[in-house]
């Protein structure tokens, strides 16, 4: 049987790490051309496929594909944009199997967070729907954490690596002003529902009175008095507070505790602005100076300080997505199974895409402190595994030597515009 | 002679490598006990004098000590405390004569920027003043790099590079979401009155087109209109706008843009929030999606990813400081000497504390854009050197490790309390 193309895509907020993945599916199809022919890259995600602008990932070079490993972004441009259901807009997949058609692509890979699991899965289906066999294949990517089944996501220990690191540097140089300057930092941390790279931040501590001191967590409803008795019992025994703070902490009505009015193509709020709003509640009670930090995408792109073993996975799960496909599997992702915390062992398996799309993975009750503002335990035994290792990218002028790759348009075969 | 003993501590703002002259000073002084006797730090830069609360460094291991070069903040405990003259605060200094006298202090060594500079100054005055013979040196130390006579300051370095690194990761982030999302990505970079560091960020771009597109740059006065004229010229040739902007950019009537009303000790406004409301404009006039960073603290203790260029200049000026004054020098300050760009050499040359305290430095008008909104080659021959290599921490399970001292204190030999 011929070699079919393959179209490949990132979705969604990107990560240190997605193009590790990217490397990952790029040279693992290289090694397989007697079934997988070109890989075209969808151009901003699945808008590339719905407006044939693909790119021909075969012009790259090797030493390029390579250097994805270590470049943090998306290589060939991500996108948000949720595909609904078949019977809703069914021009948006007539068009998919038109471009599919025209491009000889036999194999979907989609890279991204919950949503794009989802898009995957109706990918996956339309094979059976509108008669057109494709393979489709999910592959996990979100600095939140949340995909269900995996026992993490790839991007999320790198962001993990990155706040916790950013937290203890900041409390050190905290610790050595606060009898003079500020008695409080608060480092807002993103997770819009889940607290996983909140509760990162306690790797930070090694032993009792180590920053951070406070953790607020989106799945716990803040309750001002309790948080504020929280913060003066730090103040009180050692000297100030060190307090990390998701960005999607909530009050008890549900309502993000600073949303910003603002939502995105996918209909959720954009948050920022929870640390300082919470320092400014701190000023006004306790009447200390306060600092904060909302390092926003810097943690999610700080591919200088990422995690070997986020990296490795990132990849692991890229080469597994091309061999589950040339193995004849669909509707399926790679998703990480962990053998054992310490030493820590992991592998991959598959989880079938419609038990993965569109849920989210929260913090479990035993993973949060009695209190509400610290991690248990458990909590520190599955996530200290995960920002093992430096995988430092190579420098050049001591910037990180990152590639731009020449991402050339293969030539369009259809007429007709498609507007998204 | 007998020996005398040391007094050295740490001021002001802290830093990534302002340990790593703890470093210098603390090793070199143990190769000279035939001159200096025991280094006494100061609890909390000078207030740990005024209050004799001394740290007896010679408790501490050498492997503690040697750990000292890769560990950010201050080791021994900063302040924002400012000696006025010795009319002014007669007490204060008469309390420092008794404290020294008390513990056969000779030689007083100051780490700190411009107002700690003055405070060195002063304190090498006393001695003809008040006729107790004390030999006064400053040490060079701000992320700001204002500090005059100097090249360069240690501190700055490190934050370059880490704003640049950021700047440029984060650059990748927004290129790659911005058709369907963030527009504009504003990075707000420490320095209220020079901009150094913003400058800095500059370094991240390698060719037309490069991020940042804008800086805003506290010496230059802010003007809205060709501001947004700037921004509204990058979205439309690259689709994505990345500005890096000083917490201390100021209106034309010289206010600064985002003053949060507070002062610190030494009477400077604190600052923080240039981005946020930067953004805020920016959607308001030209409707599209922004996203901004506030690094705050993280920035100026970021030793994972410090400049080993500032790591050396660092421990060379706290080196150089005991070696003045072995050799019978006071009132002096180590500087950085620039022989050469590239390849970048220098040395260290003793500067007049009196012509260096109370002294800021500015980016010269030649290291300006004729816009107003760039740096020049001659400003990016300049900062170049400074970012370059990198001077990794060791890692302990996936975080950096860094050393925390004991801080023993020395017995109190006086009688008296000193509120300070």
Known sequence: MAPKNAFYAQSGGVSAVINASACGVLETARRHSDVIGKVYAGRNGIIGALTEDL????????AAIAALRH?????????????????EQSAQYERLLEVFRAHDIGFFFYNGGGDSQDTAFKVSQIGTELGYPIVGIGIPKTVDNDIPVTDCSPGFGSMAKYVATSLREAAFDMAAMSRTSTKVFALEVMGRHAGWATAACALAAEQEGDAPHVLLLPEVAFDEARFLDKVEGA????????????????????????????????????????????TKVITARLG????????????RSARHIASTTDVEQAYAVGRAAVEFAVAGKSAVMPAIRRLSDAPYRWDIVEAPLSEVANKEKFLPAEFISADGFGITEAARRYLAPLIVGEAYPPYKDGLPDYVKLQNAAAPKKLAGEFVV
Do not use: M, N
């Open 55 to 62: 790119i021909d990932t075969s012009l790259e070079s090797e």
């Open 288 to 299: 200390c100076k306060c600092h904060w930090a909302v390092p926003d995408y810097l943690q």
């Open 71 to 87: 470049t943090p972004g998306a290589a060939f441009g991500s996108c948000r944009y949720k595909l609904k259901s078949i019977h």
């Open 235 to 278: 103040l009180a025994r050692y000297g100030h507070c060190v307090i990390a703070v998701s960005e999607g902490v909530k009050r008890p009505d549900g309502e993000f505790f600073a949303a910003s009015g603002v939502e995105d193509a996918f209909g959720h709020a954009q948050l920022g602005g929870a640390a300082p709003v919470l």
